[in-house]
């Protein structure tokens, strides 16, 4: 994802899986870059599993919001992990410093921390919180596991996100 300022246009930065670390993306290649940065270069469908091809935020997003203080960028999983394809989770951001908060979605490998029941989820539920580590499932056949479905659009009011989950026909919300 790229940020730029509204009034001039001006390229700010971009977070995502660095390929080639340089300027003020200073982590490892083929790690996320840790924030908002201004060099490097980033890698496309990286299969780095920090939450989803590096915490989902860089492998195929459909839709963003922002309340001011966060980013959410919903993305759209193309794997295949043995029970299906497809599938989705959100993954918030602190929007000033592009800092990685944690996902939400179905657990294929269980969170090892963010919020209090993110380390050690129950592997095919949906995680209870935003969680780091693990990786989410790219299945969505079953509604009860994978409330988010595919594709989802994103916005927000109040407390909560809201999504059109077009898998199951309708208009979900979750906390934020």
Request: glycine share 20%; proline share 3%; net charge negative.
């Amino acid at each position: 994802m790229r940020r730029y300022l509204a009034s001039t246009g001006q390229f700010e930065g971009w977070i995502g899986v660095a390929s080639t670390p340089g300027g003020t993306c200073t982590g490892a290649a083929n790690q996320f870059n840790g924030g908002w940065c201004s060099g490097g270069t980033s890698i496309v469908n990286s299969t780095n599993t920090h939450g989803l091809d590096e915490i989902g935020a860089t492998d195929s997003a459909t839709g963003m919001y922002t309340d001011g203080n966060y980013l959410y960028v919903a993305n759209y999983l193309d794997q295949w992990n043995g029970y299906g394809s497809g599938g989705a989770l959100i993954s918030k951001y602190i929007l000033g410093t592009g800092a990685f908060v944690g996902w939400k979605g179905l657990i294929l490998l269980s969170p090892t921390g963010g919020d209090p029941g993110c380390n050690g989820a129950t592997v095919g539920t949906f995680t209870p919180g935003w969680c780091t580590g693990g990786q989410a499932d790219g299945n969505y056949e079953a509604d009860v596991m994978d409330p988010i479905g595919s594709y989802p659009q994103l916005t927000g009011s109040g407390g909560f996100l809201y999504f059109a989950n077009q898998v199951f026909f309708r208009v979900d919300r979750i906390g934020k």
